[in-house]
Structure formats: C-alpha cells, structure tokens
C-alpha cells in the first residue's frame, strides 16, 4: 500500500515577508505564496517593526487562502500547522503565531514551532536524501550570520556568529550610505556588477586566528569614511560621485565581506573535517557569493560537497519553515498551543 504523504501548512512572519507555503513530506512545494512589505518599508530605509507587524495582519489570511488554493488542498488533506515562531521582530511573529494556534485549534490538527534560522538552512536541504557528515552550514541573513555544525536538520550546534551587525544588514547599510534603493543586498549586487572589487581596499576582520565569530560593523564604517572623511566632518561625497565611483565602492564592499564569509565557513569547514558545506539565508541570493563559495568547495582537498538554497527560497518565505516542520512531525515534536514568539533564537 502507498504510504500516506504528509501535507504541512507552513506560516512565516518574523519581518517584512507574509508568507504560506504547503509542502509534502518536507521536500515537494504544492504551494509557496510570499507578500513582501519592501514597498511599506522602502522610504524608512529599513523595516519599521510596527507597520510590518500591521501589514502581516492584513495578509495573513489571504496570504494561507491562496496558498491552500494553489496546493490544490482542503483542511482534510493538512497534517499540521507549522509557523517560525522564533528570532525575529515580536510584534511580527506574534501574527504568524496566532494564525498558526487558530488553524491548529480550529482543524484539530498539531502544532509545529519552527526556528527560522533552522529554517534557512533547511533551504539548502530541500533537493537532499542523505546529507554527509560532517556538514558546516553557514547562514547569512539581515539579522544573523550563524556558523553551525550540522548532524541533521534537527540537530545543529553553533559554531559562531556575528558579534555585531550580521552581513545582509552591513548590505543594508552600505546601501543607504550609497544612497542605492532599498532593500540594499539586492540593489548592492546589481551595482556592484559594474565595479571594480579590488578599487578600495576595505578592512576585512577576521577577529583572531581561530574565530569563527563574525564582525562587520568596522567595514561598514570604513565604507562610511570613505564617503565623508575620516573626522566625518567632510562633505558628504556621494551625491557628486559618478556612478562608476559607487559601482567600485559597492564592488569592494561586497567583495570584504564574501572574503570574510568565505575565510570563516573554510575555517569551520577544515576544524570540523567537513565533507558538505551548506549555505542559505538572504544574502545567499548574491552569486557573487554563491559562485566563490563553489569555488571554495571545489578548490578543497578533498573537495567539499556544497549545498546551496535555492536563490528562490534564500529570502524569507514558508516553504523552509513547512519543509523543517516535516521533520519534527516524524520525531513527534509538536509544540503546545501555549506556544509564544520570542525575539531570540
Ligand atoms: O533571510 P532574509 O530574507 O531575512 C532575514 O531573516 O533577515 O534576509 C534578508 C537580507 C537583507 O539584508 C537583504 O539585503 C539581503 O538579505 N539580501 C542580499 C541579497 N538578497 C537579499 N544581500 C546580498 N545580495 C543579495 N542578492
Ligand atoms: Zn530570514
């Protein structure tokens, strides 16, 4: 007899993305739907806690209709409801959260709390059967650039992480100084194609010889400098910059921090033994990145077998998080409805 395939509801609201996804047996998408907020978000330059936290209650619930309709499923056909209920904006998650209580209340079906930075790595495991150990996966997102050893999707102990500003963030940043668009990474990268990486020579903190910790709070201020003179007393040269100027300053900036990435995953890859590397969260979207991490992998002795999220599900969306919640589902890990968002992972 075929075995019964399990259906989860997968919800993600932990910033500026309302997100559903139904995904069987934690690997095939029925269904991914993603309201971003960017244009609510775009002349703060940055997301403003409150009117994301308003905007997912607007869609939340359009947002898991259609991602029902397009999974082609009823409740019937749903084993659980699974939400990201931790780190990330309180005020956010709680609307994900409760939807996620509702549903689970309300259909009779179990509750699964996922981490959403868990979640991000899972990304680079969808298209995986067996993954081999030792793995090291990094994670670079707007709020969190994690180093973890991996021994399963359930099972990850943290390597090191960003004593400062995590890197999609320094990228938002480095935008705004720029005066490129929000969200930064994204408009960075595109201008960054133009530039020349080795124009400025931005510091790259490696933070000690064995560290697997990160910092990019000193570059994000060295790319500051370089815009308005050391004292920051000067003129503030952006606006009379050519666009080639911003181009080699986007270019150099992107690639201090790839450099970085890079030196620390390898780093934590040779401590480890590692025989796969994996790599997710936003800024896994750049290919610049994703192209020197190949090279990385590949360059090893012997060589890395490097896992890469789909660029489609590296920025928050709820595929990643239904995709987890299969696994806690098959080790019986469900969560009380009781269940609360915190800020903290
Ligand atoms: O994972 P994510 O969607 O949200 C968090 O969990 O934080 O990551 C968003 C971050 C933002 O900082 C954004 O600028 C960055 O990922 N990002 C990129 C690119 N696409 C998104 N950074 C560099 N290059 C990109 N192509
Ligand atoms: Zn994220």
Partial sequence: MEQKRINILGLETSCDETAAAVVADGREVRSSVVASQT?????????????????????IYPVITEAMERAGVGRDQIDAIAVAN???????????????????????????????LHAHLQSALLSEEQLELPAVALIVSGGHTCLYEADSPLELRLLGSTIDDAAGEAFD???????LPYPG?????????????????????????????????????????HCRGQDMQGQ????????????????????????????????????????????????????????????TCERSKPPWRLLVAPKAYCTDNAVMVASLAYHKHQAGLFAPLTLEPSANG
């Fill in 86 to 116: 931790q780190p990330g904006l309180t005020i956010a998650l709680v609307v994900g959260v409760t939807a996620a209580k509702t549903l689970s209340f309300m259909w009779g079906k179990p509750l699964i709390a996922v981490n959403h």
């Fill in 236 to 295: 503030d040269r952006v606006d009379s910059m050519s666009e080639q100027e911003i181009a080699d300053i986007a270019a150099s900036f992107q690639a201090a921090v790839i450099d970085v990435l890079i030196k620390k995953t390898k780093r934590a890859a040779e401590k480890i033994g590692a025989k796969t590397v994996l790599l997710g969260g936003g800024v896994a979207a750049n290919s610049t990145l994703r192209e020197a991490m190949q090279q």
């Fill in 39 to 59: 244009k609510l978000h775009e002349k703060y330059g940055g997301v403003v806690p409150e009117i994301a936290s308003r905007a997912h209650l607007e869609k």
């Fill in 185 to 225: 990474g994204p408009n960075i990268e595109k201008i960054a194609r133009k530039g020349k990486a080795q124009a400025v020579d931005f510091p790259r903190s490696l933070l000690g010889r064995d560290s697997l910790d990160f910092s990019f709070s000193g570059l994000k201020t060295a790319v500051l400098y």
């Fill in 173 to 179: 940043k480095v935008a705004t100084i720029l005066k």
